[in-house]
């Protein structure tokens, strides 16, 4: 593990300042399972970025514990419109990241950002840092602010 020298990482560390670390990993943490694997922590600690485009083309973010599905009915509820999961084209377009390294933070356009309440259980989270390899430590007060989510119950 050492602090990531990638474009795209260091757009995240600048968004987040010193008081966090982007950090790259030799393997991948392209998924929650592969991002708990290399850090050395539990599934849950991982927010994982799910990206869904609005019947309106909004970019929808949800970030969710490693373990929890996303319950779509609940997002379409919250939002107040149907939503469907990005393309990975979408993904890339409004976040300026590739799946897999989307951050909570940092994106080239605006996204309305839902942020799952079970995450709250957890001391220390884990979040994607703009690559398949890069992440940052975070706290759920922190991840909330900074990533201006609306804390919500959805998971399935």
């Not at 994982?48 to 997002?75: C, H, M, P, W, Y």
């Not at 469907?84 to 909570?104: I, M």
């Amino acid at each position: 593990m050492r602090a990531s020298s990638h474009p795209n990482a260091l757009r995240v560390q600048e968004a987040l300042g010193p008081s966090f670390i982007v950090v790259e990993f030799a393997e991948s943490t392209h998924t929650a399972q592969e991002a708990a694997d290399a850090i050395g922590c539990s599934l849950a600690q991982i927010a994982k970025s799910i990206l869904f485009r609005s019947q309106t083309g909004k970019a929808v973010l949800v970030i969710a514990s490693g373990v929890s599905k996303v319950d779509e009915k609940k997002i379409r509820t919250l939002l107040g419109e149907k939503i469907e999961r990005a393309s990975p084209e979408f993904v890339k377009e409004a976040t300026g990241f590739e799946v897999g390294g989307v951050p909570p933070v940092a994106h080239v356009s605006s996204c309305v950002v839902f942020l799952d309440e079970n995450l709250k259980a957890y001391p220390t989270l884990w979040a994607a840092g703009g690559t398949p390899n890069a992440v940052f430590e975070i706290g759920f007060g922190q991840l909330a602010e900074m990533s201006g989510a609306i804390v919500a119950d959805v998971k399935r």
